[in-house]
């Protein structure tokens, strides 16, 4: 080596030195090479262990999500059946409140027969008179009103009912005096 670096190394002592650097470098290169070997097996353990951390959390908020959308489902389900239930309510409810509306509709008319007409100049004998309990009475437009109404429709029947007895009576005293 020394014929063919002259210039380079003029003695022995120049090569043992120079070689002794390089083993000394060559000798560091290598610790330092364990210890970056050392440093990226630390590194990947790190990194698998984060891995399957991060799976461990994504699987358990997949399983969150699987519960918390069956959770949800349940909820829509229950929805959509008070959602009916409440359309099927509010169908009996407008059919109360429109039998009701006809029943007494009908209860009214049934009365107005039964009152004198002062166009007729109608001096009946029978004159149980309902209107007075009219006065303050709204019009019935839901259950409460109705509710209110009511004892207006019980007092209706009750003078209605009178005057069927009445007419029931003079029918079979007119009958009973035919056929005498």
């Known amino acids: 080596m ?3 670096n ?33 440093d990226l097996k630390c590194k990947r353990d790190d990194v698998n262990k984060y891995e399957k951390d991060m799976e461990t959390q994504i699987m358990t908020l ?40 006809r029943l007494f509709m ?9 009152q004198p007409n002062k166009e007729q100049n109608n001096s009946s004998v029978l004159n149980y008179q309902t209107r007075k309990w009219f006065s303050g009475l709204t019009e019935c437009t839901d259950f409460e ?18 005057y069927l007895k009445d007419y029931k009576y003079i029918i079979d005293k007119f009958q009973k005096q035919q056929v005498d």
Not at 13 to 26: F, H, N, P, S
């Open 62 to 101: 997949n399983n969150d999500i699987a519960k918390l959308t069956t959770e949800n489902e349940k909820v829509e389900t229950e929805k959509q059946k008070l959602a009916s239930q409440e359309e099927e309510t509010s169908v009996k409810a407008q059919n109360k409140i429109s039998e009701l509306s």
């Open 145 to 162: 009103s109705y509710i209110k109404r009511k004892p207006l429709a019980e007092k209706q029947l009750q003078v209605i009912g009178r």
């Open 6 to 38: 002259s210039d380079e190394y003029q003695e022995i002592g120049d090569i043992l030195a120079r070689y002794k650097v390089l083993m000394e470098t060559q000798n560091s290169l290598k610790d330092k090479l364990e210890n970056l070997d050392t």
């Open 106 to 114: 009908a209860i009214d008319n049934l009365d107005n027969l039964c």
């Open 2 to 4: 020394r014929e063919k």
